[in-house]
């Protein structure tokens, strides 16, 4: 697997993390051990996880460079695990964005304004291009300064970076909110127009964590819920998001 595209520092391109189970098994070879981690891995089953996290909100910890840089580390001290996942969350992109959006302890992610019209789409905030020193782009800082830092004191043990699908993220800002059917998005139009913004958003994570030194990407999403015969609406977005998430930084 050729590495050339990546940043001369990438712990891919240096070989940092070459001889780790996880990355000798994303690259087809016979890792050591079968590598293990854990989907929410840094969180609330950590009582130091809950310490850092007293007097700050979900997104300000997320945007924290230091202390996301901790939280990711937290269960790679603890239990030694084959990889520290990104502490973050699906809806900063969002954030970063300039979209209005909050996550409510015991609610979840809360919107503003929930888009519901072409128009709410087209008055989504401008994401520019990357390095473009716009006012998104510089909001990323945070980020891949969280990342270095995680990298910096991860050493030979690699970082799993991963973002929401279009779907998931046009779901929650069409809903407004968590639902468990999701009947605002499951309008087809809406759901359409929905995830050609999530598609534009989901995108960002890929200008922050993976560039920084992430070595791997995941995506989270959910289309259960789809109005059957009209599931196909999330393909070409998400498709679009799977390709940019494999082309170089």
Known sequence: MSFDALPADHPLAT??????????????????????????????SLPEYLKVRE??????????????????????????????????????????????VDIAPGVGPVFDHPIRTMADVDALPALGEPGDGSAVD??????????????????????????GAPFTLAAYMVQGRPSRDHMAAREAHVVRAGCVGGARVVDLPRRGPIPASAGARGGIGRAGCLIPGRGRCPRPPTSRSAREARAPP
């Open 138 to 163: 510089l909001a990323l800082d945070p980020i891949r300064e969280a990342v270095r830092l995680t990298v910096a004191q991860l050493g030979s043990t690699p970082l799993i970076g991963f973002a």
């Open 55 to 100: 007097g700050t909100t979900m997104l300000e910890s997320c945007l924290e460079p230091a202390l996301a840089a901790e939280i990711t580390l937290q269960p790679v001290r603890r239990y030694g695990v084959d990889a520290g996942i990104f502490f973050s969350d699906i809806v900063v992109p969002l954030k970063v964005a300039g979209v209005g």
């Open 15 to 44: 070989g940092a993390t070459a001889d780790s189970a996880l990355v000798a098994a994303l690259e087809g070879r016979t890792p050591t051990h079968r590598p293990v981690w854990f989907m929410r891995q840094a969180g609330r």
